[in-house]
């Protein structure tokens, strides 16, 4: 098992700046990856950014390339969402999770945090 707790959240105007942090514990030895997803209300939940664990490979949704950025601190087993020239669509609940090794999706999940950008 894998815990999860995001942080970060809050509340920001369009143009703005914040930073998301995921904490993991537990059996973090099993992480191959982890991602950023987000979920607007009435929307379906959509991936945002993920890096795998050695950090030699990360992905970003193109609505966010250039303004968001992905990166993993492995001795804190946290990784990290900063995101730049925030947009009022950019709302949404933030979560973090965590793909393992041998699985092809995500089995993790944080509780989520929220961001809300105002225009």
């Known amino acids: 098992q894998v815990q999860l707790v995001e942080s970060g959240g809050g509340l920001v105007q369009a143009g703005g700046s914040l930073k998301l942090s995921c904490a993991a514990s537990g059996r973090t030895s099993i992480i191959f990856g982890m991602g950023w997803f987000r979920q607007a209300p009435g929307k379906e939940r959509e991936i945002v950014a993920s890096?795998?664990?050695?950090?030699?490979?990360?992905y970003y949704a193109d609505y966010v390339k250039g303004r968001f950025t992905i990166s993993r601190d492995n001795a804190k087993n946290t990784v990290y969402l900063q995101m730049n020239s925030l947009k009022p669509e950019d709302t949404a609940v933030y979560y973090c999770?965590?793909?393992?090794?041998?699985?092809?999706?995500?089995?993790?999940w944080g509780q989520g945090t929220q961001v809300t950008v105002s225009s």
């Open positions: 999770a965590v793909r393992p090794y041998s699985y092809t999706t995500y089995t993790y």
């Open positions: 890096i795998r664990w050695s950090g030699d490979y990360t």
